[in-house]
């Protein structure tokens, strides 16, 4: 029962940043047809952010296996 919500944390969490990626994606289109720069430059900070925090992610996943196989 543990694993199995460890694991629904898991894909919770990879559909929220998959979201607030696609939205900022689609901001950032937006304001890239209207000509604004900072709102581009803050996507890609945005973007930035959530690669950092699926990285984060990706590593508690692997470690959280390495505590269980031991």
Known sequence: MR???RLDEAVAATRAIESER???VELMEMAEA???EAMVDDGVKSL???AER???D???ALLAGESRCQ
Do not use: N, W
């Open 3 to 5: 694993e199995r919500r």
């Open 22 to 24: 696609d939205d900022t």
């Open 34 to 36: 209207e000509g604004d």
């Open 48 to 50: 930035g952010l959530l």
């Open 54 to 56: 699926a990285e984060r």
């Open 58 to 60: 990706k590593i508690s």
